[in-house]
């Protein structure tokens, strides 16, 4: 049965956290990926990826909200436009980044890899071994092997 460690990419491409937003987005659009692992001494701490880029570009929606009795209600939900807001703001990638990252290990096999991806809607599974980032399996590595 195939593991991650038979598909999976090892020369990843990753960022530091100090990284730029705007170097990040060039070093995607260079190597044709859509998401970097932000790693600091092998430790992984973040994903930073083309939907972190694009809810930086987007408009920002200010929640609605009612004013009764001097104080406000908010409407709609402001925890999410806070989270919004700082990744509109962000200048470097650990302010965009997303921090819960689902991670496999090399043995993993591709039926449990395939299965993850789809129940968390993720594209991307960065390959960790003894806590240090060894590779990354995309959805375009599940569909190369299963077209091979």
């Known amino acids: 049965m195939k593991t991650a460690r038979d598909i999976m990419t090892r020369e990843v491409i990753t ?10 987005a060039k070093l995607m659009s260079k190597h044709r990926v859509s998401g970097l692992p932000v790693v600091k001494d092998g430790k992984l ?10 809810v930086k570009d987007k408009k920002l929606h200010f929640p609605e909200y009612i004013n009764l009795i001097g104080g406000i209600i908010y409407v709609e939900s402001y925890r999410k436009f806070r989270e919004e807001f700082k990744k509109y703001i962000a200048i470097r990638v650990e302010e965009l980044m997303t921090t819960e990252v689902e991670t496999i290990e090399p043995d993993t096999p591709l039926n ?3 299965t993850l991806m789809s129940r968390e809607e993720v594209n991307r599974l960065p390959v960790l071994e003894d806590g ?7 959805r375009a590595d599940l569909v190369r092997d299963m077209a091979d």
């Open 15 to 24: 960022v530091d956290p100090e990284t730029s937003v705007e170097d990040a």
């Open 45 to 54: 701490l973040g994903i930073v990826s083309e939907k972190d880029l694009i």
């Open 112 to 114: 449990e890899i395939a």
């Open 132 to 138: 240090k980032l060894i590779g990354i399996v995309t």
